[in-house]
């Protein structure tokens, strides 16, 4: 009769445990889908002010001179690269790459525009 008693302790502890655990299970599944459910709301603002402010940089960039410009680029260029150098994560040194590519591309656009503009003689 010992035995008996000893296995089915057991049995009712690891019960309870697996009730503990799904108890827990779903209490985090319910936290996770208010957390979602919480950034997705605040979604279409975070999107309307990104965009506001990449709209913001593509107009200074288009208003900079083309000296300004070129530091920037060779600034940005530089700093991905020194992130690369030293070992940084490498999504770190794509989000550097990103105003150097953006200041190059400007750049080239106001070089190509200008080679292909022609002069009144």
């Given at each position: 009769?010992?035995?008996?008693?000893?296995?089915t302790?057991?049995?009712?502890?690891?019960e309870?445990?697996?009730?503990d655990?799904?108890?827990?299970?779903?209490?985090?599944?319910?936290?996770?889908?208010?957390?979602?459910?919480a950034?997705?709301?605040?979604?279409?603002?975070?999107?309307?002010?990104?965009r506001?402010?990449?709209?913001e940089?593509a107009?200074?960039?288009?208003?900079?001179?083309?000296?300004m410009?070129?530091?920037?680029?060779?600034?940005?260029?530089?700093?991905?690269?020194?992130m690369?150098?030293?070992?940084?994560?490498?999504?770190?040194?794509a989000?550097?790459?990103?105003p150097?590519?953006?200041?190059?591309?400007?750049l080239?656009?106001?070089?190509?525009?200008?080679?292909?503009?022609?002069?009144?003689?």
């Amino acid at each position: 009769m010992a035995a008996n008693q000893t296995t089915t302790r057991p049995s009712s502890q690891t019960e309870s445990t697996g009730r503990d655990i799904a108890a827990t299970t779903r209490d985090v599944a319910t936290e996770v889908a208010d957390r979602a459910s919480a950034v997705a709301s605040r979604l279409p603002e975070a999107a309307a002010t990104t965009r506001g402010a990449v709209e913001e940089a593509a107009r200074r960039m288009e208003a900079g001179s083309d000296e300004m410009l070129a530091m920037g680029a060779s600034f940005s260029f530089g700093l991905a690269i020194g992130m690369l150098i030293v070992g940084a994560n490498l999504i770190l040194v794509a989000l550097a790459l990103i105003p150097a590519t953006a200041m190059g591309f400007t750049l080239l656009d106001r070089f190509g525009g200008r080679t292909n503009t022609r002069r009144p003689s």
